[in-house]
């Protein structure tokens, strides 16, 4: 059960001012499916649409895929910590400053791993293309060279699908790394 979309959306409610259901009713919803969300269920395609054209945000925000999103849970999370901790008995304060200290160190974390990911160059067309290419030939040339085995079976369809994918993502960074190392400074963008 994922309590993350209901999460983020009450989040962005509070930042608007206003109530899951009242922004549910703007939207054409009614309380049982805010009800629902609560409970842990996940909207359907063109209702997330519909929520997030209404905030302005992707369907990736509101389900809590990007990293502005966990950004913006854990920095939520923190407020409500501070709050409780402003009103919890002696013996409980330990235990909340705890869970703070701990949710300030993922803040921490996802701060810069989302700095860090900005940082990196971005590929162009013609790079998705090459590095397009350059899967395709060296699968070609996998295949051409004999049957293509994993523990003694032959490679599923899906299975050289995903292997093609892997080696996609690890051309990409590649190829952005050195961007990074061999673009002369006064070309880089920073």
Wanted: with cysteine; net charge negative; aromatic share 6%.
């Amino acid at each position: 059960m994922s309590t993350t979309f209901y999460e983020i959306y009450r989040h962005l409610c509070k930042k608007a001012g206003k109530s899951d259901n009242a922004v549910a009713a703007e939207i054409g919803l009614s309380n049982s499916t805010v009800t629902t969300w609560r409970q842990g269920a996940l909207p359907r395609r063109p209702t997330l649409k519909k929520v997030a054209d209404y905030f302005g945000v992707t369907g990736e925000y509101l389900m809590g895929t990007t990293i502005e999103a966990q950004i913006d849970l854990t920095e939520s999370k923190l407020g409500h910590l501070q709050a409780v901790l402003d009103f919890s008995e002696p013996e409980e304060q330990e235990e909340v400053e705890r869970q703070i200290e701990a949710l300030e160190k993922t803040h921490s974390d996802l701060c810069a791993t989302r700095d860090s990911t900005q940082k990196k160059p971005a590929l162009t067309e013609k790079d998705r293309r090459d590095v397009a290419k350059d899967v395709s030939r060296i699968m070609e040339s996998l295949e051409t060279s004999g049957d293509l085995m994993f523990d003694g079976v032959p490679m599923s369809e899906e299975s050289k699908a995903a292997m093609a994918a892997a080696m996609r993502i690890g051309l990409e960074e590649a190829r952005r790394r050195n961007k990074t190392t061999y673009t002369p400074k006064k070309y880089r963008r920073e």
